[in-house]
């Protein structure tokens, strides 16, 4: 079986993150969203807040899973015996640490290849902390993110 890991923070999920959920399912059998537990960041959600964000705005994705770890991405990987890590790129600001990243799992696994997907023009200037920014102001976010996302936004801002 074909399985891809799709990591991040994921806090929260953004119409950018979708497409890049919605594009890379249909190249494996098995794609796993894995959400990022790192105590040492701060983050405005929590994992299973964000987790449920996630399973609450993917559907029609039948082969789409979700899962959380915590420490090296590759150890994850290699425990749910994925081959391919999906990463997805936006802007050359994000190449140069994406680079070093993917040497590095290479370095650590040489079975477990990185690729990237482009992101879609419209969503190339969007990101989990911009949404945050603009929704914490007050700021409407409802292009952004789904209208689920959008509604826990603003309970945590209190912007009702
Ligand atoms: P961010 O907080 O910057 O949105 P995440 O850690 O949640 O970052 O991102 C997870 C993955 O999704 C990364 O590979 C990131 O490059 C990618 N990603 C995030 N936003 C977009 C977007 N708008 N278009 C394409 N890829 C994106």
Redesign the pocket.
């Known amino acids: 079986m074909n399985i891809g890991v ?6 929260p999920i ?1 119409y ?2 979708l ?2 959920i919605k594009r890379s399912a249909k190249l494996f059998d098995r794609l796993i969203v894995a959400v ?1 537990s790192n105590p040492q960041k701060s983050s405005l959600f929590t994992v299973d807040e964000r987790i449920e964000m996630i399973r609450e705005s993917i559907y029609n994705t039948p082969n789409v899973e979700i899962d959380s770890f915590k420490g090296l991405l590759i150890d994850f990987a290699r425990l749910k015996q994925a081959r391919v890590i999906v ?4 802007a050359v600001s ?1 190449f140069e640490y ?1 680079l070093q990243m993917a040497l590095m799992n290479k370095k650590l696994d040489d079975h477990i290849e990185t690729i990237f997907i482009m ?1 879609s023009s419209n ?2 200037y ?4 911009i949404v945050k920014e603009v929704s914490s102001f007050g700021g409407c976010v409802a292009s952004l993110v789904p209208p689920l996302v959008e509604e826990r936004l603003k309970q945590k801002f209190n912007n009702n």
């Open positions: 799709y990591p991040g923070s994921f806090d953004t950018g993150h497409d890049i990022l990463k997805g790129l936006r994000d994406e992101t969503y190339s969007l990101s989990s902390s």
